[in-house]
């Protein structure tokens, strides 16, 4: 006897439809899983890059880098560590009175000061002079300078623990302590451009 023909199973369309049906989700929430923590790494790797023709001599720090907790000498001759700002930003300008492209931007700086503090970024220009407080003090009365801080690097202990090989240099630090660029030599400090980027760049808690 030829046996039957045996009958195929019925295909189940209802349980491939909703297999089907639910995939895009599943896709979905994939795509999502990739895209979020590379939105996230991109924002927190976004580098702040000046305009074209504003602030040449900038170069980025990449990625960002804690800074050294060193300490400068305030106006009362007492100590004070670079963590005592942590939570603004900073620009961390190193000068000296006998190098004259410090002495020409630094009532540029000065006038930047004045311009950004409402925005929770404080102006820090570090004196290399030997004779410290006592030099500065008599530069910032003679140049009318009075929205800078009265600061001092001791031994130029802060401008080789920053690793700064020339003046004037300055760095510019986030509100979370990190190194996110530097200037090299003298710029324009107190232009309408630079000012919007120093803003936009270092804005901290007031």
Request: proline residues 7%; positive net charge; aromatic residues 6%.
């Amino acid at each position: 006897m030829i046996p039957a023909a045996s009958t195929p199973k019925a295909y189940d369309f209802a349980s491939k439809k909703r297999l089907f049906r639910g995939l895009p989700g599943v896709l979905a929430l994939g795509l999502l899983g990739i895209l979020i923590p590379t939105a996230a790494s991109y924002a927190e790797n976004t580098v702040c890059k000046p305009e074209k023709g504003v602030l040449d001599t900038y170069q980025p720090t990449i990625p960002p880098r804690a800074i050294p907790d060193a300490k400068i000498i305030i106006k009362d001759g007492s100590e004070r560590p670079l963590s005592y700002y942590r939570g603004k930003g900073i620009v961390l300008n190193f000068w000296a009175t006998w190098c004259a492209p410090c002495v020409r931007e630094m009532p540029q700086l000065d006038r930047l000061a004045a311009l950004v503090r409402e925005n929770g970024i404080e102006v820090l220009t570090v004196s290399e002079d030997r004779l410290g407080l006592e030099k500065a003090a008599e530069f910032y009365t003679t140049n009318k300078l009075t929205d800078l801080p009265l600061l001092v690097d001791k031994k130029m202990r802060v401008l080789k623990a920053m690793g700064v090989r020339g003046l004037p240099s300055t760095i510019l630090i986030n509100a979370k302590g990190q190194e996110i660029g530097r200037v090299l030599g003298v710029a324009e400090w107190d232009s309408i451009e630079t000012v919007a980027f120093i803003r936009n760049c270092l804005k901290g808690r007031k």
